[in-house]
T-cell receptor, first 111, second 118 residues
């Protein structure tokens, strides 16, 4: 499994953009980059995923470096409900859903 | 709404007893489900892969005789913690991938089940 490096914690103010970085320099060419978040006392929640191109959905945007060794999850306007642990996970699509979690980034959003 | 549901959300049991946690896929069938354990302030650790109609595959260091997994149908996997001890107290989470459905092959997680052994 590819190893990931994320900041232990980050802080943001409400309604400001948040850029959550992830380093995955050992990612294989076929691994997708998945992002999940976990709110307190809940199971993880899917946020977004991508392979090479930048991706957007209603929750966030994902910017993937050209060499795929890093990516950045972008929350365009943070809300208090975005306070969670964010996990960046390289995922090989034939793993049938098996994910290996790192430590993630604890995001604190200030009102 | 939730597409993977766990039950119970929390349970307290006495040391030495067994407790069963259910994981159901609500909108899709899952031949494979996964069980994770999470201790406070730590990340999720994969315990085992639950395979419908066959034996579960356990991660290194996870006792298969203590954590019994049954995946008898395409929508239900159960985790039974046998002879529970206080050190088994944890947050248990299941997941499944919605393959070949309109859900876009996304991996969904249950709400988690808090187990406290007293």
């Amino acid at each position: 499994d590819a190893k990931t490096t994320q900041p232990n914690s980050m802080e943001s103010n409400e309604e400001e953009p948040v850029h959550l970085p992830c380093n995955h320099s050992t990612i294989s060419g076929t691994d997708y980059i998945h992002w999940y978040r976990q709110l307190p006392s809940q199971g993880p929640e899917y946020v977004i995923h991508g392979l090479t191109s930048n991706v957007n959905n209603r929750m966030a945007s994902l910017a993937i470096a050209e060499d795929r060794k890093s990516s950045t999850l972008i929350l365009h306007r943070a809300t208090l409900r975005d306070a969670a642990v964010y996990y960046c996970i390289p995922y090989e699509g034939t793993s049938y859903g098996k994910l290996t979690f790192g430590q993630g980034t604890i995001l604190t959003v200030h009102p | 709404g939730a597409v993977v549901s766990q039950h119970p959300s929390w349970v307290i049991c006495k040391s030495g007893t067994s407790v069963k946690i259910e994981c159901r896929s609500l909108d899709f069938q899952a031949t494979t489900m996964f069980w994770y354990r999470q201790f406070p302030k730590q990340s999720l650790m994969l315990m085992a892969t639950s395979n419908e109609g066959s034996k579960a595959t356990y991660e290194q260091g996870v006792e298969k005789d203590k954590f019994l997994i049954n995946h008898a149908s395409l929508t239900l996997s159960t985790l039974t913690v046998t002879s529970a001890h206080p050190e088994d107290s944890s947050f248990y989470i299941c997941s499944a991938q919605a393959m070949g459905t309109g859900l876009g092959n996304t991996i969904y997680f249950g709400e988690g089940s808090w187990l406290t052994v007293v």
